[in-house]
């Protein structure tokens, strides 16, 4: 919870947390992390534990920074980039999962494979047909790969399968968004909230939708419905 509570006391607590002696508490502070503090601020708290004694907490610290840029990482880009062969290395001799595929579809676009990237989430997607996350990842994929038509048709046949997952229908938005039809991607942004009302990301990402095409009196109904949440 402490993500939604930004404050100067917070941040004491946070700091705190991410020095705690149970591995537990790191990994959920780290999580916390993500959503209290700013991308640029976020290497400072956890740069420090890409060399903590526990392996699992300093995975869990890539996967917080691994979308952070080579300015954003600072005195820790070199770190990250160890650690991430050593976090890939360990996946490797584990028993595949969707959810360790997942993390080594990460791993490898973050060290520019996006091949391998494709091909482990491929195995995700094949090892649970029914894993809607790790579907929506790998058509992400395919679209920032330039295979849009592919990455279409695919969310097209997951959207008849399953009409009433808020996941697929988030999905269809940010995918309609970033095709630049912006008005239809609203009904899906909006179906999305409809079907999953407490899922604050959901109802940000409509707003946002909304101002960008000047619905200001809308998209402040959704900001001011979240702070009543929330």
Do not use: C, M
């Not at 947390?17 to 991308?39: G, Y």
């Not at 993390?103 to 990237?117: F, I, Y």
């Amino acid at each position: 919870e402490l993500g939604n509570y930004p404050s100067p006391q917070a941040l004491k607590q946070l700091n705190a947390d991410l020095r705690h002696d149970s591995a537990l508490v790191r990994q959920a502070a780290i999580d916390a992390t993500l959503a209290l503090v700013p991308n640029g601020k976020r290497s400072l708290l956890l740069g420090p534990l890409l060399e903590d004694p526990d392996l699992s907490v300093r995975g869990h610290a890539v996967t917080a920074l691994l979308d952070l840029n080579p300015d954003e990482l600072g005195l820790y880009f070199a770190a990250l980039q160890d650690n991430v062969d050593a976090w890939q290395a360990r996946l490797d001799k584990q028993p595949p999962s969707a959810e360790n595929l997942l993390l080594v579809a990460k791993l490898q676009e973050h060290s520019g494979n996006q091949a391998a990237a494709l091909s482990a989430l491929q195995q995700a997607t094949a090892l649970e047909p029914k894993n809607l996350q790790a579907a929506v990842a790998y058509i992400g994929l395919l679209d920032r790969q330039g295979q849009t038509e592919r990455a279409r048709q695919l969310l097209a046949q997951l959207l008849t399968l399953h009409p009433d997952s808020s996941r697929l229908q988030h999905a269809l938005g940010k995918w309609l968004l970033l095709h630049d039809q912006t008005e239809y991607a609203l009904l899906a942004l909006a179906k999305a909230v409809e079907l999953e009302p407490d899922n604050i990301g959901y109802r940000y990402d409509l707003a946002v939708a909304l101002h960008a095409l000047t619905e200001l009196e809308a998209a402040q109904k959704q900001l001011a419905e979240i702070l009543q949440r929330q």
